[in-house]
């Protein structure tokens, strides 16, 4: 009984061992990967990739990093003055003179991307699954090869990010699609079908101009016809959410103005310039964060939107106390005294911060996106800034309809004299209304310091589109506003895809120009005595 567990014992040390050896690197393993036929070489490199050998990983390695010598039968790795035998790990002093360097073509450099992308899935972070993936997948879709499989099925086995795991699923079915067999050719079909990614529709086109079963051209024209579908679907959300995003941005750029020339009468050409110096204030921030507060960089905007605002109300309460108070009830004058003000406005930050565009950074958690239906990225930045302009106008509504200012500013604008005589002092609600509106203008500079440079000309790119979102929405009307700015919004956005930027511009000023001689109201016309005056 002894003898038969010391025989059992030494069997199964034997088998480990023989295990282990199967595993390792063998001479014969080094020298068929460094020189032959590319096709063996190939082979022998996928071989090795899966196998858990780290001698192999290193050679691998320094294959891509072109330093592996051939002496004989003996291939060394080369580090600094001298070489590591690639099978012993044995230590050489100098690279021999007669060392030959090892040939690489395009062909064997792609599969060593390949299997180094395989290798670097297992144990990685998440980041870096998703480009092993990637490059797993572009080598599989360009050049589809049967050797590649046990690479992609090692990876498949291990535990990896969700979004690596859907992409290699896509290399794998790209692979069995130049299959020999027609069962696995039908399943590969199946599943790229089911993917609803465009990078699959050139790789089912050209297997369906060479495949001769019909069951397989059946299942390739029916993924081909279902993934057309779901692009148009996808590209028309992602055309609506553009828009809805552009919208969003022309809401946050006109709602200011909604309140100083659509309550107050005031034609303000330096709006525009309060929405840059928002933006600046962003720029500020951001930069007092980098260099002082490195470790709360990613917060900083929770600083700056008030600051933002803050900094373009108290602009905006400075002209208005100098000039524009002046000048109610005189549109051509005020426009004027604005646009001169928007001028020295302009310089005025050519001058403290260069005429150069400077940089915003977007906080980590605005960065990156979420992927819908395969194809459609909505960027979390759009998003964000989609829900705070959505705060930003339900903020303003409850304050001008629910608070005492909110009720003076209604009452001033709608009747000054009567206002004034129920004892409201007209002249500080009037500072009031328009530094509040020039904030708004500062909040979106803010929003917009995260879709794009900010620099001295930031705010001439939106303030003829604010005064059409507001004309169009009806003068005084917020809510008219809304719905101009999102129709605007989404309206430019699919022209756009359909005639060009250029084209779409000019279409859109067209249907203005139409809708306000057939409506001069807008979309809401306003009530009460103003409307009558």
């Known amino acids: 009984m002894k003898i038969h567990w010391l025989r059992l014992l030494g069997l199964g040390l034997a088998l480990w061992m023989g295990a282990g050896a199967a595993q390792a690197l063998t001479p014969a393993d080094a020298l068929a990967l460094v020189a032959g036929e590319t096709d063996d070489r190939i082979t022998t490199l996928n071989r090795l990739a899966t196998a858990a050998d780290e001698r192999a990983s290193v050679l691998i390695q320094a294959m891509a990093d072109e330093s592996v010598r051939v002496v004989g039968e003996r291939v060394l790795i080369v580090q600094g003055d001298g070489a590591l035998d690639a099978v012993t790990g044995e230590r050489v002093a100098a690279v ?92 590969a ?75 107050m009468g005031v034609i303000n050409m330096a709006h525009g310039e309060l929405i840059m110096i928002g933006a600046y204030a962003t720029w500020l921030v951001q930069s007092f964060f980098r260099e002082a507060l490195p470790q709360w960089f990613d917060w900083y905007l929770l600083v700056a939107m008030p600051l933002a605002f803050i900094a373009s109300a108290l602009v905006g309460a400075a002209m208005e106390r100098t000039v524009i108070r002046f000048l109610y009830g005189r549109p051509l004058e005020t426009l004027l005294a604005t646009w001169g003000i928007s001028l020295v406005l302009m310089q005025g930050v050519r001058s403290l911060f260069g005429a150069q565009n400077v940089g915003v950074e977007n906080p980590s958690w605005m960065s990156g996106g979420v992927t819908l239906m395969g194809n459609l990225s909505l960027p979390w930045n759009r998003i964000i800034i989609i829900g705070f302009a959505v705060a930003v106008l339900v903020g303003v509504t409850l304050l001008i309809g629910k608070t005492r200012l909110g009720l003076f500013v209604r009452g001033v604008t709608q009747n000054r004299p009567i206002a004034s005589c129920m004892g409201v002092n007209t002249a500080r609600i009037d500072t009031y209304a328009f530094a509040l509106g020039s904030g708004i203008a500062g909040l979106a500079g803010c929003a917009l310091s995260q879709i794009g440079n900010v620099g001295p000309d930031l705010g001439q790119n939106y303030i003829v589109d604010s005064f059409m979102v507001v004309v169009l929405g009806g003068v005084g009307q917020i809510a008219g506003t809304v719905y101009a700015a999102l129709g605007l919004g989404i309206l430019n956005k699919f022209l756009e895809g359909w005639a060009g930027a250029v084209l779409a511009k000019i279409a859109v000023l067209v249907f203005i120009i139409v809708f306000i001689q057939k409506r001069p109201q807008g979309i809401f016309a306003m009530k009460g005595r103003s409307a009558e005056a």
Do not use: C, H, W
């Open 189 to 263: 079909a199946q599943k790229l079908g089911e993917a609803r990614q465009a990078i699959v529709r050139p790789l089912l086109l050209q297997r369906l101009e060479t495949e001769e079963s019909a069951p397989v051209q059946g299942a390739l024209k029916a993924s081909l016809a279902a993934l057309d579908r779901s692009l148009a679907i996808s590209s028309a959300l992602g055309q609506a959410f553009t828009g809805v995003s552009l919208g969003s941005i022309l809401l946050l750029a006109a709602l200011g103005l909604a309140i100083t020339y659509g309550l």
């Open 96 to 187: 021999p003179e007669e060392a030959e360097d090892v040939m690489i073509n395009n062909r064997l450099r792609s599969a060593m991307e390949t299997a180094l992308a395989g290798m670097q899935l297992v144990g990685a972070d998440a980041a870096r699954q998703r480009e092993a993936a990637s490059s797993l997948q572009r080598n599989a879709f360009d050049e589809p090869d049967a050797s590649q499989l046990p690479l992609i099925d090692k990876a498949l086995a291990a535990d990896i990010d969700p979004q690596a795991r859907q992409t290699l699923e896509l290399a794998r079915a790209a692979v069995l699609l130049a299959s020999e067999d027609e069962a696995q050719r039908l399943q």
